[in-house]
């Protein structure tokens, strides 16, 4: 079975220092893995996939995430955080041909100014 | 605004009644899915469609449950007989054969 794991409940940074998200997968087959952003009472919005080719990914606002096969983790990183990315993150993915999304519990960054 | 809409985005019902929820997805996209989403988790996936085909459906969607996508356009889900455990954020999304999925703003459900 496949599964997605974000072990922080919550980050908290300062505005202007640099923030990580981590996420870790285990799937049987090639990942697809996402990163999407929520903000209070709205829905998901794409920040960033990895289908395949490099390893670095660069996204939405920003932000960027490092797919390792070999620690089967897809972190998410923004070198400069701004208050206005305080946010609920939440990494997923999927394996199957249809894509349907297999998602974590999420992590709730906190930036302060 | 042409991302996916939702509607109701709000609603509230009374233990027993039956609810529908609509999904508008991007026009261009043929894959549509739905999801549920309860407080401090992620969303859980519940059913998809393939332009007017339901091709999987979770073991969430217990028979309460009833997704349709006719003519491969919008979709409805309902809820029949709702109970207070159904209380959650139901969200569509919907995409083409990139896999990067699109959400709307979802519609939140509460049973009492």
């Known amino acids: 079975a496949q599964s997605v794991a974000q072990p922080e409940d919550q980050v908290n940074v300062a505005e202007g220092n640099p923030l990580t998200v981590k996420c870790t997968y285990s799937?049987?087959?090639?990942?697809?893995l996402f990163w999407y952003v929520q903000y209070p009472n709205r829905g998901l919005q794409f920040l960033l996939k990895?289908?395949?080719?490099?390893?670095l990914v660069k996204g939405s606002y920003g932000f960027e995430a490092e797919f390792n096969k070999s620690q089967t983790s897809f972190h998410l990183k923004k070198p400069s955080a701004l208050v206005s990315d305080s946010a609920l993150y939440f990494c997923?993915?999927?394996?199957?041909?249809?894509?349907?999304?297999?998602f974590g519990a999420g992590t709730q960054v906190v930036v302060t100014p | 605004d042409t991302g996916v809409s939702q509607n109701p985005r709000h609603k509230i019902t009374k233990r027993g009644q039956n609810v529908t929820f609509r999904c508008d997805p991007i026009?261009?996209?043929?894959?549509l899915y739905w999801y549920r989403q309860t407080l401090g988790q992620g969303p859980e996936f519940l059913t998809y469609?393939?332009?007017?085909?339901?091709?999987?459906k979770s073991r969430l969607l217990s028979d309460r449950f009833s997704a349709e996508r006719p003519k491969g356009s919008f979709s409805t889900l309902e809820i029949q007989r709702t109970e207070q455990g159904d209380s959650a954020m139901y969200l569509c999304?919907?995409?083409?054969?990139?896999?990067?999925?699109?959400f709307g703003p979802g519609t939140r459900l509460l049973v009492l």
């Open positions: 469609f393939q332009n007017e085909a339901q091709l999987e």
């Open positions: 990895y289908i395949t080719g490099d390893n």
């Open positions: 999304a919907s995409s083409m054969t990139d896999r990067t999925q699109y």
């Open positions: 799937v049987s087959g090639n990942p697809y």
């Open positions: 997923a993915v999927s394996t199957d041909s249809w894509g349907k999304l297999q």
């Open positions: 026009s261009e996209h043929n894959r």
